[in-house]
């Protein structure tokens, strides 16, 4: 036992000085950790990891995806819905096909329920991988749009087909209508389990009193619970934890009241989910010696053959569906030309930036090892083999060359955005002038009566003449404490109905979500320095 606990936080400690290497040397910690798990699996002594696919599906996808869905925006996810659509089940869908015929037709023993169980697997590109390759890089905010909404929901499409396919190989039987029936079925059941459960776990945030360290824990609850909840009755846990997601950032202004909650829960998501990121692209690549190790009867240099073909298939087949997904639709629908054309540029970065990941490997590792009839799984350990060269492909290559792609093609925004800057000061005004009308509405005797309340209209309003943010500079020293408290009050008061504005400009679409939430994140820190509450 203690063994096991020291190697595990051995393996983490690791890890974090990987992630900090990988830093130090600029290149994105994903591809990174791949490279470097691969590299501490061939060295001697090292023990042979088996990776349990239960292992990624319970403990690692559930938060991973709510994350995502949670700092996804919802605005950007609607108004790109066609796209993201077509990217994350259309796709998915031509890949699966494609791959199932190529590998029925070059490699030797394959059926076409194999190819199709192959396809399912390789079809969906990681989430982490692409987004944090693209950290810091000038790519259009569409791009990034599509790439988040297009990984909140392929995973669904992708494990579905594959559970079909599996199915088909295990009984021999597959019905395409009955398929198709099914598909609806189990992915609007698994959305329906995420809204039905996040009203749950909103009611519960919102009138029972929960603290900032229970609120906190019950994020973490929430995928796991959402996620089991759909799988146990057969439906889409992806679906459920995605759809879950969207609702409850959607509605956090409403059940997050404090700045405390906020900052607490943010701090823990932070780490949970950084050491998760990093933890898997590692177990990626230490999990090769034993794939190796299983291959049997087809030699090495058959399997990267086959897995080199297939890489090359779904990389051709996402940048010939990226180019007509975005322009077809332009010549057929006037109201999608008056959004700015994506050129050429766009749908090449999105195309690129398919790379797969750890979702794919574990679910070609919960391939049962045995038939119904107790007869082994045909090519099983060929199957993991390929998809760890795909993962290996076009992680590495794809995920080195992109920052290259999008240096060399000079690509700038598509769509009219305002700078950040621009949108910072725009909200802040909204917000200087509701705390305005709201003390000259409410404060009325304050106003007069309470220096420190007087200083604030003032301040306030000049403020809003100048265009500047005026919230860090409000604290003043005194020792009248009775005007502080009701200063502390007014302020308090000013910031609860400020976030009810923020949610409003998010529903007005008037700024992005990126900003309204740095917003709310400072709205957080002023309530903190008056509340001095960092008690749990």
Same mark, same amino acid.
């Given at each position: 036992?203690?063994?096991?606990?020291?190697?595990?936080?051995?393996?983490?400690?690791?890890?974090?000085?990987?992630?900090?290497?990988?830093?130090?040397?600029?290149?994105?910690?994903?591809?990174?950790?791949?490279?470097?798990?691969?590299?501490?699996?061939?060295?001697?002594?090292?023990?042979?990891?088996?990776?349990?696919?239960?292992?990624?599906?319970?403990?690692?996808?559930?938060?991973?995806?709510?994350?995502?869905?949670?700092?996804?925006?919802?605005?950007?996810?609607?108004?790109?819905?066609?796209?993201?659509?077509?990217?994350?089940?259309?796709?998915?869908?031509?890949?699966?096909?494609?791959?199932?015929?190529?590998?029925?037709?070059?490699?030797?023993?394959?059926?076409?329920?194999?190819?199709?169980?192959?396809?399912?697997?390789?079809?969906?590109?990681?989430?982490?991988?692409?987004?944090?390759?693209?950290?810091?890089?000038?790519?259009?905010?569409? !791009?990034?749009?599509?790439?988040?909404?297009?990984?909140?929901?392929?995973?669904?499409?992708?494990?579905?087909?594959?559970?079909?396919?599996?199915?088909?190989?295990?009984?021999?039987?597959?019905?395409m209508q009955e398929a198709t029936g099914q598909f609806f079925l189990v992915a609007g059941m698994g959305v329906l389990?995420?809204?039905?459960?996040?009203?749950?776990?909103?009611?519960?945030?919102?009138?029972?009193?929960?603290?900032?360290?229970?609120?906190?824990?019950?994020?973490?609850?929430?995928?796991?619970?959402?996620?089991?909840?759909?799988?146990?009755?057969?439906?889409?846990?992806?679906?459920?934890?995605?759809?879950?997601?969207?609702?409850?950032?959607?509605?956090?202004?409403?059940?997050f009241k404090t700045g405390t909650t906020r900052i607490n829960m943010k701090g823990v998501w932070n780490t949970m989910?950084?050491?998760?990121?990093?933890?898997?692209?590692?177990?990626?690549?230490?999990?090769?010696?034993?794939?190796?190790?299983?291959?049997?009867?087809?030699?090495?240099?058959?399997?990267?053959?086959?897995?080199?073909i297939i890489s090359l298939i779904v990389i051709v087949v996402r940048l010939l569906w990226i180019y007509p997904v975005?322009?077809?639709?332009?010549?057929?629908?006037?109201?999608?030309?008056?959004?700015?054309?994506?050129?050429?540029?766009?749908?090449?970065?999105?195309?690129?930036?398919?790379?797969?990941?750890?979702?794919?490997?574990?679910?070609?590792?919960?391939?049962?090892?045995?038939?119904?009839?107790?007869?082994?799984?045909?090519?099983?350990?060929?199957?993991?083999?390929?998809?760890?060269?795909?993962?290996?492909?076009?992680?590495?290559?794809?995920?080195?060359?992109?920052?290259? +792609?999008?240096?060399?093609?000079?690509?700038?925004?598509?769509?009219?955005?305002?700078?950040?800057?621009? $949108? $910072?000061?725009?909200?802040? +005004?909204?917000?200087?002038?509701?705390?305005?009308?709201?003390?000259?509405?409410?404060?009325?005797?304050?106003?007069?009566?309470?220096?420190?309340?007087?200083?604030?209209?003032?301040?306030?309003?000049?403020?809003?003449?100048?265009?500047?943010?005026?919230?860090?500079?409000?604290?003043?020293?005194?020792?009248? $404490?009775?005007?502080?408290?009701?200063?502390?009050?007014?302020?308090?008061?000013?910031?609860?109905?400020?976030?009810?504005?923020?949610?409003?400009?998010?529903?007005?679409?008037?700024?992005?979500?990126?900003?309204?939430?740095?917003?709310?994140? $400072?709205?957080?820190?002023?309530?903190?320095?008056?509340?001095?509450? !960092?008690?749990?």
């Amino acid at each position: 036992m203690h063994e096991h606990l020291l190697l595990i936080l051995g393996l983490l400690l690791v890890v974090m000085l990987l992630v900090m290497l990988a830093q130090r040397i600029k290149i994105a910690y994903p591809i990174f950790l791949v490279l470097a798990g691969l590299g501490i699996s061939f060295i001697p002594g090292v023990p042979v990891l088996k990776l349990d696919p239960e292992i990624i599906f319970l403990i690692f996808l559930p938060p991973l995806l709510y994350e995502a869905a949670w700092y996804t925006s919802w605005n950007d996810f609607w108004k790109w819905k066609r796209t993201i659509s077509l990217m994350a089940f259309g796709l998915v869908f031509l890949t699966s096909i494609v791959v199932a015929f190529a590998a029925q037709s070059i490699i030797p023993g394959f059926t076409l329920a194999l190819g199709f169980l192959l396809g399912g697997i390789v079809s969906p590109p990681d989430a982490v991988a692409a987004t944090t390759v693209l950290k810091g890089l000038k790519v259009p905010k569409r !791009t990034i749009a599509m790439l988040e909404g297009e990984s909140l929901i392929n995973d669904a499409s992708s494990l579905i087909v594959f559970r079909f396919a599996l199915a088909a190989v295990m009984t021999g039987i597959f019905s395409m209508q009955e398929a198709t029936g099914q598909f609806f079925l189990v992915a609007g059941m698994g959305v329906l389990v995420g809204i039905v459960g996040a009203h749950i776990f909103y009611a519960i945030h919102r009138f029972l009193p929960t603290t900032p360290a229970i609120d906190a824990a019950l994020t973490v609850m929430t995928p796991y619970i959402l996620f089991l909840g759909a799988e146990h009755f057969h439906f889409s846990g992806v679906m459920a934890v995605v759809s879950g997601g969207l609702f409850m950032s959607f509605r956090a202004h409403e059940i997050f009241k404090t700045g405390t909650t906020r900052i607490n829960m943010k701090g823990v998501w932070n780490t949970m989910i950084f050491v998760m990121n990093a933890l898997v692209f590692v177990l990626i690549g230490l999990e090769l010696p034993d794939i190796i190790n299983g291959l049997g009867e087809t030699s090495l240099m058959e399997g990267i053959k086959y897995g080199l073909i297939i890489s090359l298939i779904v990389i051709v087949v996402r940048l010939l569906w990226i180019y007509p997904v975005a322009h077809i639709p332009r010549w057929v629908s006037k109201k999608v030309r008056q959004d700015p054309s994506p050129g050429w540029k766009n749908p090449l970065i999105i195309g690129w930036a398919g790379m797969r990941g750890v979702v794919s490997l574990a679910t070609a590792l919960s391939i049962p090892v045995m038939m119904n009839d107790q007869a082994e799984f045909p090519l099983r350990n060929l199957i993991i083999f390929i998809t760890f060269v795909v993962i290996f492909v076009t992680l590495v290559f794809q995920g080195l060359t992109l920052p290259l +792609i999008i240096k060399l093609t000079k690509i700038g925004e598509i769509d009219p955005i305002l700078p950040s800057h621009e $949108q $910072q000061t725009g909200i802040q +005004i909204r917000l200087d002038h509701l705390a305005v009308d709201r003390l000259n509405e409410k404060y009325e005797k304050s106003l007069t009566g309470n220096s420190l309340v007087g200083n604030l209209k003032e301040n306030l309003q000049n403020d809003i003449k100048l265009h500047e943010s005026h919230l860090s500079s409000l604290e003043m020293c005194t020792n009248r $404490q009775n005007d502080l408290k009701e200063y502390h009050e007014i302020m308090l008061d000013i910031f609860a109905i400020q976030r009810k504005e923020l949610f409003r400009l998010k529903r007005e679409k008037l700024f992005s979500d990126d900003e309204i939430r740095k917003a709310e994140s $400072q709205l957080d820190l002023n309530e903190l320095k008056i509340t001095g509450n !960092t008690h749990l």
